[in-house]
């Protein structure tokens, strides 16, 4: 059986070769990977015109970071047990590193603005999503 390598110096260079470029590899995965902010928010009856109001402002708050690329602002379906309403708003970012950089940067300023005016009154809770692939139908 012939060996894959000549001699421990090629089957070394081969390995720092192969090590290097898994380290780019999963820098370019890193960079690359889109993540969704998922935020879902049941918002008591009581204040959703008003609440209504206020995430069409702050929606654009949050996108102003520089940290995503896009939102979409949805109502969920759903009658929900405690009442209200639910809505999720869908943040899609640049990448792991631009989602990093909200949470360290910008999302306990904008979180506390909610907090502060609606208390009680709303329930949220966030979640991330890896976009694996994203598909279109395009008709002519």
Not at 25 to 36: D, H, R
Not at 55 to 62: D, N, R, T, Y
Not at 81 to 93: A, F, L, N, P
């Amino acid at each position: 059986m012939e060996k894959p390598f000549a001699d421990e110096k090629e089957l070394l260079f081969f390995v720092k070769i192969f090590n290097t470029n898994l380290k780019c590899t999963s820098l370019i995965y890193e960079v690359m990977s889109k993540i969704i902010y998922n935020v879902t928010v049941n918002v008591d009856d009581s204040i959703h015109e008003e609440w209504l109001e206020w995430i069409k402002q702050h929606i654009p708050e949050v996108l102003a970071t520089g940290k995503f690329e896009g939102a979409t602002f949805s109502k969920v379906l759903v009658e929900e047990d405690m009442g209200g309403q639910t809505y999720s708003i869908q943040y899609k970012s640049y990448s792991r590193a631009a989602l990093e950089a909200y949470y360290k940067e910008d999302a306990e300023r904008l979180r506390s603005d909610g907090m502060k005016q609606f208390a009680d009154k709303m329930l949220a809770f966030r979640t991330e999503l890896e976009i694996c692939d994203e598909y279109a139908v395009n008709f002519k």
